[in-house]
């Protein structure tokens, strides 16, 4: 009677193409870069939606940027969403964004967004003078990286977004 198995070396012969299959899909999925660009694809989103959301405001107002800009304190003003600093979530004005998006109409933003990550390199940063505002953060994925250059802010290393990219740099208004 003849015996229907696998021998010994059938079977490291097809644990060995498995292992390398596997080796080869993870070497070109990338796993940690996916979670990077996921974490960028928040970051870009949740500041289109500020500045839409800014812009609403500023549309809007019936009184001075001032008032808008910075709820109403003295020039420049700044926030950050993470790391030393940080600033809470309250969308009224007093959180990390200083405008008051609460009280707008046509605005549905409960709470101000923070970075997926929100440490001391990954977080929001916002800054407002009498010219304009500026929201910026850090991008981590390589393949996202252009968005930072290809902005129109002055700092090739930050993605801003915003009505003036001078505020928030090394020199600039608001120094973080």
């Excluded at 001032?66 to 304190?73: H, I």
Aim: aromatic share 6%.
């Amino acid at each position: 009677m003849k015996s229907r198995g696998f021998t010994l070396v059938e079977l490291l012969v097809t644990i060995a193409i498995i292992s390398i299959l596997s080796a080869v899909v993870i070497l070109i999925v990338n796993p940690m870069e996916l979670l990077r660009r996921s974490r960028d694809a928040t970051r870009l989103k949740d500041l289109d939606n500020l500045q839409q959301a800014i812009n609403i405001a500023m549309q809007d107002a019936v009184t001075s940027e001032k008032e808008v800009l910075c709820n109403g304190t003295d020039f420049p003003c700044s926030g950050k969403s993470g790391g030393n600093g940080a600033g809470t979530r309250v969308s009224d004005g007093t959180g990390w964004v200083k405008v008051n998006l609460s009280s707008q109409k046509a605005v549905s933003l409960p709470t101000l967004p923070v970075d997926p990550v929100n440490d001391l390199t990954y977080h929001y940063t916002y800054c407002a003078d009498t010219i304009g505002w500026e929201i910026n953060t850090t991008l981590e994925s390589d393949q996202l990286s252009y968005k930072m250059a290809a902005d129109g802010g002055n700092e090739a290393d930050k993605y801003e977004v915003g009505s003036s990219y001078l505020l928030i740099s090394s020199g600039g208004v608001c120094e973080f």
